[in-house]
């Protein structure tokens, strides 16, 4: 049972547009969300994050959105640039829950055409 | 600067082979997790760590122990490795839990690919 799901595992975007990739969860209880980015070959490194008391948050390029009614997240990169391209999972913690440590979604994988 | 280091990168093993993942960091967090992703899906917990000592089951656990002798290493071992177990590995630490309900993020290393045959 997928708690954090990613639909779309691929995604291709012209440079210089807005990439929007979409994340939805279905535990009510998770209350901190996380994007992370991940090239070939190497681990994951933190992007951005949002707390449930927000509904955004921004980054220079990077705005996350948080709908709690919907259980949605998405992630804005605003203008898509050719080393955005890699794969971005979003994950979530319930600070109230049993193991410590985030749920990941399946991942999106983005590709940025130039 | 290192971050969180994992060693080997690649290895291979043999059906019931046993092997050690290393795992250290040099930031001083406290809390340490091992993840394992397999091909098309995201990153399951498998172990995590809150501090030297102590350690705690994750979501997939079985077939694999942990121990957490020190605040820097967390190494991951496999006794009898099956081909279930062929994935890639990262090992994880943060400065505080998310459980502790404050913000934190998890810095990762570059993960260790384990074929087993």
């Known amino acids: 049972d997928q708690q954090v799901k990613q639909n779309s595992p691929s995604l291709s975007v012209q440079e210089g547009r807005i990439s929007i990739l979409n994340c939805d969860y279905t535990?009510?209880?998770?209350?901190?969300f996380l994007w992370y980015k991940k090239y070939p070959a190497e681990g994951p490194t933190f992007l951005i994050s949002i707390s449930s008391i927000k509904d955004k948050n921004e980054d220079g390029r990077f705005t996350v959105f948080l709908n709690k009614s919907a259980k949605h997240l998405s992630l804005h990169i605003v203008p898509s640039q050719p080393g955005d391209s890699a794969v971005y999972f979003c994950?979530?913690?319930?600070?109230?829950?049993?193991?410590?440590?985030?749920?990941f979604g399946k991942g999106t994988h983005l590709i940025i055409q130039p | 600067n290192a971050g969180v280091t994992q060693t080997p990168k690649f290895r291979i093993l043999k059906i019931g082979q046993s092997m050690t993942l290393q795992c250290t960091q040099d930031?001083?967090?406290?809390?340490m997790y091992w993840y394992r992703q397999d091909p098309g899906m995201g990153l399951k917990l498998i172990y995590y760590?809150?501090?030297?000592?102590?350690?705690d089951k994750g979501e997939v656990p079985n077939g694999y122990n942990v121990s957490r002798s020190t605040t820097e290493d967390f190494p991951l071992r496999l006794e009898l490795a099956a081909p279930s177990q062929t994935s890639v590995y990262f090992c994880a630490s943060s400065y505080i839990g998310f459980l502790s309900g404050a913000n934190t993020e998890a810095f990762f290393g570059q993960g260790t690919r384990l074929t087993v045959v």
């Open positions: 994950a979530a913690s319930d600070s109230g829950g049993g193991a410590d440590g985030l749920t």
């Open positions: 535990n009510s209880m998770f209350d901190y």
């Open positions: 760590s809150v501090g030297a000592g102590i350690t």
């Open positions: 930031m001083n967090h406290n809390y």
